[in-house]
């Protein structure tokens, strides 16, 4: 059992940055597909970003894209959201997943076999 942890989240301004990771603590952090995931009060979880196995390739929402930039490092078991350019409508919560047995980058929720707790992203106008 794969375990994923938040860090990061806060309140900002319209306009600024905040940076999220995630850690995992298994030994098989390489493996997975990672993704972000986010849900808005009263609002379905919606795909935010995925990124491979390697690093090596990158999927976005088209609401973030430009904006956020999604990384990881498997030496530290770490995967982490850049946000920039926030906008009010980026308010949510943001949970981390990975996937495991994967041959693409699903943006779906039910592909993904683990999830964080999440953490609170605030972006007031």
């Known amino acids: 059992q794969e375990q994923l942890v938040e860090s990061g989240g806060g309140w900002v301004q319209a306009g600024g940055s905040l940076r999220l990771s995630c850690a995992a603590s298994?030994?098989?952090?390489?493996?997975?597909?990672m993704s972000w995931f986010r849900q808005a009060p009263g609002k379905e979880r919606e795909f935010v970003a995925a990124i491979s196995r390697s690093g090596g390739n990158t999927i976005y929402a088209d609401s973030v894209k430009g904006r956020f930039t999604i990384s990881r490092d498997n030496a530290k078991n770490t995967v982490y959201l850049e946000m920039n350019s926030l906008k009010p409508e980026d308010t949510a919560v943001y949970y981390c997943?990975?996937?495991?047995?994967?041959?693409?980058?699903?943006?779906?929720?039910?592909?993904?076999?683990?999830w964080g707790q999440g953490t609170q992203v605030t972006v007031s106008s």
């Open positions: 298994g030994r098989t952090f390489s493996s997975y597909v």
């Open positions: 997943a990975a996937g495991e047995r994967l041959s693409t980058i699903p943006t779906t929720r039910l592909a993904y076999d683990y």
